[in-house]
């Protein structure tokens, strides 16, 4: 089995694996889907979290033997936990991020020490088309950082332009499972429908056309 297959059922066995039988879920982007991944289920069972950010440490750090990273950040909010126990698996210092400054004291947008030519691993818990990790990546290169990698648990893999769009600003993502994997977990489980099956393959397969259809954007 592959971590996508094993991520997967974890994912179905916490019940982070939503499908809507009828009103679709609304993302930040406006987009309409009868699915949701809730990746902050993990936070409440300690073997899955361990033997994901085992992985996620094991890729980051194969992909960054040449160029090792000098601390890993978090976003706002559902990132901060995965991004602390990724440092700490990583023995790296961590810093979070701050979706925009908070608007006293030292109206900061970043927490914990951040230095200038740091190389910072950006994870957060999971991507749809990527274009929300841009304000992270904006605040930790205004602070004279550098963040070419982001870790992700789960990725949704749908969207066409997602990856060439992170490409376009010299960021690659990278993940443990993505819907695919999903897919195929609920077609071999008997609790899973015809009906419901075929309803997420079709947004899958047209993501913004099943979008416009349920009134989304």
Not at 61 to 72: F, H, N, Q, R
Not at 194 to 204: C, G, S, Y
């Amino acid at each position: 089995m592959t971590t996508g297959q094993k991520v997967a059922q974890m994912l179905l066995d916490i019940k982070a694996v939503h499908i809507s039988e009828d009103k679709p879920f609304i993302f930040t982007s406006g987009k309409a889907s009868p699915v949701y991944i809730d990746c902050r289920k993990i936070i409440s069972f300690p073997e899955i979290r361990r033997f994901l950010m085992a992985e996620g440490a094991k890729m980051m750090a194969e992909l960054s033997a040449d160029a090792p990273y000098d601390a890993v950040a978090g976003g706002e909010t559902a990132g901060i936990p995965f991004a602390a126990w990724m440092s700490d698996e990583m023995n790296k210092p961590m810093q979070y991020i701050r979706k925009k400054p908070k608007g006293f004291g030292r109206d900061a947008q970043i927490e914990g020490l951040i230095e200038e030519g740091q190389h910072i691993l950006l994870v957060e818990d999971l991507a749809t088309d990527g274009g929300s990790k841009l304000n992270f990546i904006n605040a930790i290169r205004t602070a004279g950082a550098e963040v070419n990698h982001i870790f992700v648990i789960f990725y949704y893999d749908i969207f066409k332009d997602a990856l060439a769009n992170l490409a376009s600003e010299n960021v690659s993502l990278h993940y443990l499972a993505t819907w695919w994997d999903v897919l195929a977990a609920i077609k071999a489980d008997p609790a899973y429908s015809d009906e419901r099956v075929a309803r997420v393959e079709a947004f899958l397969n047209d993501p913004i056309s099943w979008s416009e259809a349920n009134g989304g954007a």
